[in-house]
C-alpha cells in the first residue's frame, strides 16, 4: 500500500525533497504511526515542530472549537484570538510588538524589511549593509537565502538581495572585520540549527550586542528553531543575558498549525514598518492565533519548561555514553532538548537502519544526528530511542 502512494507521490510532487520510504497518517504522544500501523518513536517532532507531541486533547479541542467558530478574517479587521497570541507573545520573548506571518521564512522577510526600515528612516539613505553567519539557516524565499550561509542553497538563485556580508558564527573579530559605517543589522541564530547545532558562545553574543549597541545596529536573532522552549528557556538568548533588537520565532509556537512572528522593542518598530509597509492575507488568522495562544497557555500549565530542564541533562549524558563508546562518534553538543551527535562519517545509514526499526531521527548535515524531540518526552522515551540507536550503530 505505501509502495503504490510513494509511487503516486513521485510523479505528481514536484522532487524537492529526497524523502524517506514512508506514508504518516497519524500520531500520538511522542508516537507516529504509518498507513500500514507500524509505529514509530519520534525525535524529529516534525522539525522541532511538536513541542507537545501529537494529539494533545486540549490544543486539539481549542483548534476544533475555532474552526467551527471562524478561521479567517484578514488583517483589515481585529480578531481576539491575535490580539490574546499578541500579548501572550510579548510576555514569552520580552519583546514589545509582534507581527504574525504563516511560515518561519516569512518571519526572517519582515525582520529583514524592518531592519532596512528603520535604518532608512534614520538616515534617508537606502544602501545599508547586513551582516549573517557562515553557516546559518534563516529559510528558502529570497530574503531569508540572501542572509542563509550555506553556497549550495544561494547560488543557483542569484542575484540575491544585496549588500549582504558573511562573518564567521562565534568569531567576534570576524564580525568586527565586516562592520562599515553602512551596516544596519546583524543577524544570526541563537543556536544554529541546520548548519549543524552550534550554540552561540556566550562571549561572543554578548560582544555582537555591545558592539550593536555602541554602533547603533540592530540585532536580529532567529528563534525559530531553538525558541519556544527547546533549550530550556522559552528563547534561548535569555540564558545569555542578551535582547535582540527583532526576533524570529516560528516551528513550535503552532503546534502544527503553520504560522510565525517576528517581534522588535518599542524602540524599533517607532522608526521602523508602518502603515502600507508590509502586509499579508492570511498571517495572524484566528485559527492561527488560538493555535498560538493555547501553545503558550499549555507552556504554563504543563510546565513544559521544567520537563525540558529535568530530560536534557539525561539526554546529554547518554549521548555522552555514545561519544564513549564508539570511536567513530566525535562528540555531542547542543543545549537543552537540541542536539546533535557528531559523526566522523555519513550519518544517512545509520538514519535509514533506525527507521526500520521504528525511530525517526534527522540530520544537521552529512555527517551530524540532529535530536529536537518533542519537549514532552519522558526518560523512557530517551531510554527507548539510546538503545534503538545502538543497536543501529552495531549493525551500521
Ligand atoms: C526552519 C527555519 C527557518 C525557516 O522556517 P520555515 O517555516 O521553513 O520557512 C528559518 N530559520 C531557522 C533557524 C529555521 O530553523
Known amino acids: 500500500m505505501m509502495k503504490e502512494y510513494i509511487e503516486q507521490a513521485e510523479k505528481d510532487l514536484l522532487h524537492t525533497y529526497n524523502r ?17 500501523g507500524k509505529e514509530y518513536l519520534d525525535f524529529c517532532a516534525g522539525i522541532a515542530v511538536f513541542a507537545l507531541g501529537y494529539g494533545h486533547k486540549g490544543f486539539n479541542d481549542v483548534l476544533k472549537a475555532q474552526i467551527d467558530k471562524l478561521t479567517h478574517t484578514s488583517n483589515y479587521y481585529y480578531n481576539v484570538p491575535a490580539i490574546e497570541a499578541a500579548r501572550k507573545m510579548k510576555k514569552a520573548t520580552g519583546m514589545d510588538r ?14 529583514l524589511k524592518a531592519a532596512r526600515k528603520y535604518a532608512y528612516t534614520m538616515d534617508g539613505t537606502t544602501d545599508h549593509e547586513i551582516i549573517a553567519m557562515e553557516h546559518s539557516f534563516h ?49 544570526m541564530e541563537t543556536v544554529q540549527g541546520e548548519g549543524g547545532i552550534y550554540p552561540a558562545e556566550p562571549d561572543f553574543l554578548q560582544k555582537v550586542r555591545a558592539l550593536c549597541d555602541e554602533k547603533g545596529i540592530l540585532l536580529i536573532l532567529d528563534e525559530i528553531q531553538c525558541g519556544m522552549g527547546r533549550t530550556g528557556s522559552m528563547y534561548a538568548y535569555e540564558q545569555y543575558g542578551v535582547m535582540p533588537d527583532i526576533m524570529t520565532t516560528a516551528k513550535a509556537i503552532g503546534n502544527g498549525v503553520p504560522v510565525g512572528a517576528f517581534a522588535m522593542t518599542e524602540k524599533v518598530a517607532e522608526k ?22 493555547k501553545v503558550l497557555d499549555i507552556f504554563g500549565e504543563e510546565k513544559i519548561l521544567d520537563n525540558v530542564r ?26 537543552g532538548l537540541m542536539r546533535g551527535l557528531v559523526f566522523t562519517c555519513p550519518v544517512g545509514p545509520v538514519i535509514n537502519k533506525a527507521l526500520e526499526k521504528g525511530l525517526i531521527l534527522i540530520n544537521a548535515g552529512t555527517n551530524i544526528i540532529r535530536f529536537v524531540p518533542p519537549l514532552v518526552i519522558s526518560k523512557e522515551n530517551v531510554d527507548c530511542m539510546i538503545s534503538l540507536l545502538d543497536e543501529c550503530l552495531q549493525e551500521c
Open 20 to 36: 524517506y520510504q514512508i506514508v504518516l497518517d497519524r500520531g500520538e504522544g511522542v508516537h507516529l504511526y504509518d498507513i500500514e
Open 98 to 111: 509582534v507581527f504574525f506571518t504563516n511560515s518561519g521564512a516569512e518571519a526572517v522577510e519582515g525582520a
Open 139 to 187: 529559510g528558502r524565499t529570497m530574503g531569508a537565502l540572501s542572509v542563509t550561509g550555506n553556497p549550495h542553497y544561494r547560488e543557483a538563485f542569484e542575484p540575491l538581495i544585496g549588500n549582504i556580508k558573511f562573518a564567521t558564527f562565534n568569531d567576534f573579530d570576524s564580525v568586527l572585520s565586516q562592520v562599515t559605517d553602512k551596516t544596519c543589522a546583524i543577524i
Open 272 to 293: 521602523s514598518l508602518v502603515a502600507g509597509d508590509h502586509g499579508t492575507t492570511y498571517g495572524g488568522n484566528p485559527l492561527a492565533c488560538a493555535a498560538i495562544s
Open 310 to 335: 529535568g530530560i536534557a541533562p539525561y539526554l546529554e549524558e547518554k549521548l555522552n555514553k555514545l561519544v564513549e563508546k564508539y570511536d567513530f562518534i566525535q562528540c555531542q553538543r547542543g543545549m
